[in-house]
């Protein structure tokens, strides 16, 4: 069960993980191995529940991220692309990065210049060569809009929920034979974690997963007011 996957280090979470059958492919437990949890959080780094990194965004439960890279598996081969929309502490980009290899290019789009930049050192602690090589680039962006100079891409991820549906742009650039995992939902918790495949010929098929429960996608400003009404309790004027 997911909620007991609970670790006192990196590698015991991973080992929960895969004890309880989220973590299936021994490229998904190498990648996880590889990228310490610890360092893109800093705290309750190693427990199975996702944690606020500020901003009001938070770094994913570890068995979501299992979940993902379990489902994109298929499309992370070497040399493959990838697109991580809102990604937020880095973590997960690291861990694509991994998967793909020293072939492969991983692109994180996150909305707020802080997590951008926060992310980028989170990465650089373990891997500074995944950014010097610019095999992982994280920039500022509207995710809703992909990054359409790299595009298409093998996979995609979206690590917030959809809530006016998926966007037309993150279809367009994903590749032929490619594949999406995004939530799609209201934030009142009706999400669903799909799956969004591209078929060689063009022919989008659609899969609901699961229930699930993840931020808003949506623009920094909104994303920034809700932040600030939390942590400052201030009032729109």
Partial sequence: MAWRSHGQTNDELVDNLKAHNIIQHDEVEKAMKLVDRGL??????????????????????????????????????????????????????????????????VIGIEHVPNLVTQSIKNIEKHAPELIASGRVKISVGDGRKGYEPEAPYNAIHVGAAAEQGVPDELIKQLAPGGRMVIPVGNKLGMQALEQIDKLLDGQIVRQSLMDVMYVPLTDKDSQYTKWRRKIFKVKDL
């Fill in 40 to 105: 893109y959080t800093p705290h309750n780094q190693y427990m199975d529940a996702p944690q606020s990194i500020g901003y009001g965004a938070t770094i994913s439960a570890p068995h979501m991220h299992a979940y993902a890279l379990e489902l994109l598996h298929e499309q992370l081969k070497s040399g493959g692309k990838v697109l991580d929309v809102g990604s937020g502490s880095g973590y997960l980009s690291a861990c694509f990065a991994m998967m793909v290899g020293e072939k492969g290019k």
